[in-house]
């Protein structure tokens, strides 16, 4: 079992750069791949970015490529997600989720949640 916490929200301008943080118990961090996702009022949680166990491989949503950066810290049980050129779009509340083993890019294949963050990003 493994218990998500998510930090680092807030209100930025368009443009901006925020780093949003997740924060993992449990001693089989590493046993599991680890996603980003976000859900804006009225809209389907939505795949951002994932990361592999080793953190050797990366995927992330086009509509965040080039921008959003997700990496993690084995040895601290933290994931994150590195977001610059922030648009007024990029506004929704972000979760952090846990997948053993593998990485998806489906919200329904993780069982594991933090509570998420809210991201604000003003024009």
């Known amino acids: 079992q493994v218990q998500l916490v998510n930090s680092g929200g807030g209100l930025v301008q368009a443009g901006g750069s925020l780093r949003l943080s997740c924060a993992a118990s449990g001693r089989t961090f590493s046993s599991y791949a680890m996603g980003w996702f976000r859900q804006a009022p009225g809209k389907e949680r939505e795949f951002v970015a994932a990361i592999s166990r080793s953190g050797g491989s990366t995927y992330t949503a086009d509509s965040v490529k080039g921008r959003f950066t997700i990496s993690r810290d084995n040895a601290k049980n933290s994931v994150y997600l590195q977001m610059t050129s922030l648009k007024p779009e990029d506004t929704a509340v972000y979760y952090c989720?846990?997948?053993?083993?593998?990485?998806?890019?489906?919200?329904?294949?993780?069982?594991?949640w933090g509570q998420g963050t809210q991201v604000t990003v003003s024009s």
């Open positions: 989720a846990a997948r053993y083993y593998t990485y998806s890019y489906a919200v329904k294949e993780y069982g594991h």
